[in-house]
């Protein structure tokens, strides 16, 4: 059976997980970062599959449902989601890392007759057949087998770094290191042998990565590595979300999506094929269904729904759901969240890209990319800078003038109604849009994430 990690609240991507947890937040246009995980369970035969949520799941539940994309809506096996719960006798916690999240459900795997456990992050985007991993871990007699994969020495210390020996036996371990040893790093990714994993859980070691492991090393457990050299990327940051969108673009694609042998299921609404006008321009961009283009988009990626309008011009950017350009405007290295409208005649990323970080979050937003969260509106002739932040939910009445320099942000008003548009509102107008109940009930229309 397979456990996945899904509870993530990815602080590093900024507003984009600001109301969703990480496996959740878009990608590739029409998937979720969850589905890479999920799809590498179901194609490689692996049908019992738990989920484990924590931060903003509702998204996440929306999302996965029964799990009938994947073909895990079985009455044996299939998917469950599972949240934090308060047990009888305990204090109100959340998981404390992602060894406890796995230790609090542990009468779910002990109900299981699966006797191997795969262990998975459920926000990284990677393709992988989970059947040549278990093998080799069997073959091992390993207590725990962790994939691993060699990542540049600047990335490796945000990660499980260690060392093996000729036989793949991990000797040495180092959890996000300051000065790592070795460009070897742990995926996120295990497999355990129930009991094994049964014996290591404990109220002491709440952490895969911090606990978990170096206490299996010290008492000289079973523990190898599987070297694994296909696609993976961790999503985790800003800059690195962007260029993983970006590199899907290139004419021979590390991540193919069109892979026949190797499907990538996602949850997709009913909706029209992408319309092409006229007065359209485009140029080595993914554009999903239900997209309406009639100005440029030129190497960016379009969720469904997106439109843009005559004279618009989308570069370079990563546009979410149902996210409306209107005539005239500009989107430039930027990344939009859902529902968003940029109104006619503004630009946002304008200028040089400098160095210059956000004021708010200078870790994050350092590369020259501006953010728009959720259901904001951009107003007429505005000229938002590099690495902006614009909140969700804002309105035009949040802007004090047209021009925000970069490395400012926008944040929605305090005491302002926060009612958000429907889909339909925020086609229709890149201003501010009320939403009337009917009958005078006073209750607000709130979309679903």
Not at 44 to 59: A, E, H, K
Not at 92 to 121: F, H, I, Q
Request: charged share 25%; with cysteine; glycine share 10%.
């Amino acid at each position: 059976m397979a456990v996945i990690l899904a509870g993530g609240e990815g602080e590093r991507l900024s507003i984009l997980s600001q109301e969703r947890a990480k496996p959740a937040v878009p990608f590739g246009g029409k998937y979720r970062i969850i589905d890479f995980t999920l799809s590498n369970c179901v194609n490689s035969g692996i049908n019992d599959v738990v989920v484990l949520t924590q931060y903003n799941p509702r998204s996440l539940n929306d999302h996965i449902g029964l799990g009938r994309p994947w073909d895990l809506d079985r009455n044996s096996g299939g998917v469950k989601l599972l949240q934090p719960y308060i047990a009888r006798g305990r204090v109100a916690e959340w998981y404390r890392g992602t060894a406890d999240a796995v230790l609090r459900n542990m009468r779910v795997l002990e109900n299981n007759t699966a006797d191997t456990v795969l262990v998975l992050a459920g926000d990284h985007i990677y393709k992988m057949d989970y059947q040549p991993f278990v093998s080799a871990h069997r073959r091992h007699r390993a207590d725990v087998t962790i994939a691993v994969r060699r990542v540049p020495l600047a990335e490796a210390s945000r990660m499980g770094i260690l060392g093996m020996d000729e036989n793949d036996r991990v000797i040495e371990w180092q959890e996000k290191p300051k000065q790592p040893k070795s460009d070897l790093a742990s995926m996120g990714v295990y497999v355990f042998n129930k009991k094994t994993l049964q014996r290591w859980l404990s109220e002491d070691l709440v952490d895969f990565g911090a606990n978990v492991v170096p206490a299996m090393l010290d008492a000289g457990a079973r523990v190898f590595g599987y070297r694994y050299n296909g696609y993976w990327q961790d999503v985790g940051t800003i800059q690195s979300y962007w260029e993983a969108n970006m590199a899907l673009l290139d004419d021979d694609p590390a991540l193919d999506l069109y892979d026949k042998e190797w499907v990538i299921h996602t949850r997709s609404e009913e909706r029209a094929p992408a319309k092409v006008g006229p007065t359209a321009q485009v140029h080595r961009s993914l554009i999903s269904h239900g997209c309406v283009i009639a100005g440029t988009v030129v190497n960016s990626v379009l969720s469904p729904g997106v439109r843009v309008d005559v004279g618009a011009v989308v570069r370079e950017s990563i546009v979410m759901f149902d996210s409306v350009i209107r005539s005239g405007a500009v989107v430039d290295r930027a990344i939009l969240d859902k529902e968003v409208v940029i109104g006619p005649g503004a630009i946002v990323g304008d200028g040089p890209i400098d160095d210059r970080p956000n004021r708010h979050e200078p870790g994050r937003l350092n590369t020259g990319i501006t953010v728009v969260g959720k259901h904001a509106i951009v107003p007429r002739a505005a000229r938002i800078g590099r690495n902006v932040r614009i909140a969700a939910d804002v309105r035009t009445s949040d802007f004090t003038g047209r021009v925000v320099r970069s490395g400012e942000s926008v944040d929605a008003g305090s005491g302002r109604s926060r009612a958000r548009p429907t889909r339909a509102s925020a086609k229709a107008a890149p201003e501010e849009h009320t939403i009337r109940a009917i009958g005078g009930g006073g209750r607000r229309v709130v979309p679903e994430d």
